[in-house]
Nanobody, 123 residues
């Protein structure tokens, strides 16, 4: 199971960015997907999660209304659309795959992780 996160970059505060998480060598539609982020000196933080069907989504409070997680199983890809970005969103963003969402906020819910993509928001 290999995941590849992409789409990070440098943006100005208030702008938008879309991250992608692509599955390689396996079908993502068997897995729930979570997005996490990490800044130096802090623990990896839950951002959003989506069920295998896309019927259930979950968000960390600080991103509700600004971020949208979605998936296109035909393209074997999960997206994180990020809007109204601010400096506190600056982090390395990781996507992860797990069989369930029973503990969707927990890192250990997801056995498989991508390599991370850096998002930098300049104020």
């Amino acid at each position: 199971v290999q995941l590849q996160a992409s789409g990070g970059g440098l943006v100005q505060a208030g702008e938008s960015l879309r991250l992608s998480c692509a599955g390689s060598g396996f079908s993502l539609d068997n897995y729930a997907i979570g997005w996490f982020r990490k800044v130096p000196g802090k623990e990896r933080e839950f951002v959003a999660a989506i069920s295998w069907s896309g019927g259930s989504t979950y968000y960390e409070d600080s991103v509700k209304g600004r971020f949208t997680i979605s998936r296109d199983n035909a393209k074997n890809t999960v997206y994180l659309q990020m809007s109204s970005l601010n400096a506190e969103d600056t982090a390395v963003y990781y996507c992860a795959a797990g069989r369930t969402l029973s503990l969707y906020r927990e890192v250990h819910n997801y056995p498989y992780w991508g390599q991370g993509t850096l998002v930098t928001v300049s104020s």
